[in-house]
């Protein structure tokens, strides 16, 4: 038996923002609003989907979960993303940032091919280099 990646839990302290600055960011769907817990899913991915997919071959997706304090130290695990080769890589940092990420300095090399930033309550992640695949 194969174990399914379900789920990235994101710990913060205001689930319901930082799940919708996510799912903006990402332009997915949420499927689940609580106050101690956020989820959202690919916005492609549809009920019909998710009954008709078999259980191995469904995409994971975040969840944002409440805790008590801010984040304090550099993330142990990030996310990365890429934009594809037809996309222009520059505005969509650029839109990110104007969602509210910011550059952060992680110990990268200046001359690295992606760009570290953090979501509003400080989670790193990198977007990558344009990619086909």
């Known amino acids: ?20 600055w996510w ?16 989820v959202i899913i690919p916005s492609w991915v ?3 989907d998710i009954r008709t ?13 409440k805790v008590p304090g ?10 990365d993303f890429a934009p594809h080769t037809s996309q222009d890589r520059t505005a969509e940092i650029a839109r990110l ?4 990420a910011h550059r952060v300095d992680v110990g990268q090399d200046a001359d690295v091919s992606w760009t570290v930033l953090a979501d509003p309550e400080g989670n790193e992640f990198c977007v990558l280099s344009s990619r086909e695949m």
Request: net charge negative; proline share 8%; charged share 25%.
């Open 1 to 20: 038996m194969a174990l399914r990646w379900y789920t990235t839990v994101i710990d913060c302290q205001d689930p319901r923002s930082l799940g919708a």
């Open 23 to 38: 799912a903006e960011a990402l332009q997915w769907t949420n499927v689940h609003d609580a106050e101690d817990e956020y």
């Open 46 to 48: 549809t009920p019909e």
């Open 53 to 65: 997919t078999p259980w191995g071959r469904q995409g994971p997706g975040l969840v944002f979960v």
């Open 70 to 79: 801010p984040k304090i130290t550099k993330n142990r695990l990030h996310l």
């Open 97 to 100: 940032k104007a969602l509210g």
